[in-house]
């Protein structure tokens, strides 16, 4: 999976998504307007296998990407939620996929790659952000500095991303 070239926030891939899922479903003569996020796009019959096809075909046009046969399964793309999931994943640079797996091994019950807010979301509490600063200074041979240790350098990916390179981490 390479990474995609759009950036836009979870919200905004899912009310995407849900556009173009409509669309195609109201070329085949069904109303999905009412398709829930987390409801089964296939079980729910709004879109026949032509349409699930025009789906993939669009998510990868549109973002960028070839989306391994590996990864066509209902777990990434059966549901509105799930490819927007996905599709978050498959954007973030090797230093934010680094990144993530260390924080899945803090709080393994959270998809870190689907919030822009760890703290604000819950997903951190400050011993988390102790734990994740001595795992990242072991990771990367870095030893981040106390006044370096607060909620903005900590908020997403893309901000510890920002306070590795800091560090001189690529």
Same mark, same amino acid.
């Given at each position: ?43 729910? +019959? =709004? !879109? %026949? @296998?032509?349409?699930?096809?025009? *789906? ?7 973002? #960028?990407? &070839? $989306? ?53 979301? +819950? =997903? !951190? %509490? @400050?011993?988390?952000?102790?734990? *994740? ?7 990367? #041979?870095? &030893? $981040? ?26």
């Amino acid at each position: 999976m390479r990474a995609a070239k759009r950036t836009m926030n979870s919200d905004e891939l899912k009310a995407a998504i849900h556009h173009k899922t409509i669309e195609i479903a109201s070329a085949i003569g069904h109303d999905a307007a009412g398709l829930r996020f987390d409801e089964s796009i296939p079980a729910s +019959g =709004m !879109l %026949d @296998s032509a349409g699930l096809l025009e *789906l993939i075909v669009w998510i990868e046009t549109q973002h #960028g990407l &070839s $989306i391994p046969e590996a990864d066509l399964n209902v777990e990434n793309l059966g549901t509105i939620d799930a490819i927007a999931r996905y599709l978050r994943r498959a954007r973030l640079s090797p230093t934010a996929e680094k990144i993530a797996g260390i924080l899945n091994d803090i709080r393994p019950e959270f998809d870190f790659a689907d919030s822009d807010d760890f703290i604000g979301d +819950g =997903m !951190l %509490d @400050s011993f988390d952000v102790v734990t *994740l600063v001595a795992d990242l200074d072991k990771a990367y #041979g870095i &030893s $981040i500095e106390g006044v370096a240790i607060v909620p903005e350098n900590f908020q997403n990916l893309t901000a510890i991303e920002k306070l590795l390179q800091k560090y001189g981490v690529p």
